[in-house]
């Protein structure tokens, strides 16, 4: 299983609401990423954890607030957002050590905030 | 500091080959990465780079020269579907996790 998934595809919200993003993995990798990107953009780093502990904070404002219950879950809680946080939001995988390791990314959330 | 480039859109004839060329200044490097991405999609791994030379896979090819800062990616036999935007990212060294830092990508259009 090479795949990390990715709920919701699709998420509108107003600047109120509260809402998350979740990615999951199976392949035993210990290191997940959350990453923006824009459209005709590269994506940019968010968050880094490895081994379930946040090790990158990218300067993020706080109304994203990361989690990783375990080592096949990882989350990203939205408050408060602003219409420029519209974006897709992709989360990726991948081992740990020396490195470099690919990383395997999924589908992506897109979100719209209203 | 950090800064990639590529060239931003290139077009190139069905069953040809094209090169996209990447450079790259960063604060220590681990390695280079190629990505491709079709438009609404995520992005998927092509290849790898940490030494100097040729990687081959298939029809895609990625070279590394670490002291010019630069790598390129070679696709032969092009098809329809190779038009995609292509990454070229670098991990910086440090620490074990990759940080991958992309640059802004080049939008590669295939034509019959």
């Known amino acids: 299983d090479t795949e990390v998934t990715q709920t919701p595809k699709h998420l509108v919200m107003g600047m109120t609401n509260k809402k998350s993003l979740k990615c999951e993995q199976h392949?035993?990798?210990?290191?997940m990423y959350w990453y923006k990107q824009k459209a005709k953009k590269p994506p940019e780093l968010m968050f880094v954890?490895?081994?379930?502990?946040?090790?990158i904070n990218e300067s993020v404002p706080s109304r994203f607030s990361p989690e990783c219950p375990n080592s096949s879950l990882l989350n990203l809680h939205l408050h408060a957002l602003q219409p420029e946080d519209s974006a897709l939001y992709l989360c990726?995988?991948?081992?740990?050590?020396?490195?470099?390791?690919?990383?395997?990314f999924g589908p992506g959330t897109r979100l719209t905030v209203t | 500091g950090q800064n990639i480039d590529q060239p931003t859109e290139m077009t190139a004839t069905e069953g040809a080959i094209v090169q996209i060329n990447c450079t790259y200044q960063?604060?220590?490097?681990?390695?280079l990465f190629w990505y491709q991405q079709h438009a609404g999609e995520a992005p998927t791994f092509l290849s790898y780079?940490?030494?100097?030379g040729l990687e081959e896979k298939g029809r895609f090819s990625s070279f590394l020269s670490r002291s010019k800062g630069y790598s390129y990616l070679l696709l032969k036999e092009l098809q329809m579907k190779d038009s995609a935007s292509y990454l070229c990212?670098?991990?910086?060294?440090?620490?074990?996790?990759?940080?991958?830092?992309f640059g802004q990508g080049t939008t590669l259009q295939v034509k019959p």
């Open positions: 990726a995988s991948s081992l740990v050590g020396t490195g470099p390791y690919e990383q395997y």
């Open positions: 392949m035993g990798h210990r290191a």
């Open positions: 954890y490895s081994y379930e502990k946040l090790s």
């Open positions: 960063t604060s220590g490097f681990n390695g």
């Open positions: 780079n940490v030494l100097d």
């Open positions: 990212a670098v991990t910086p060294l440090g620490g074990n996790t990759g940080k991958l830092i």
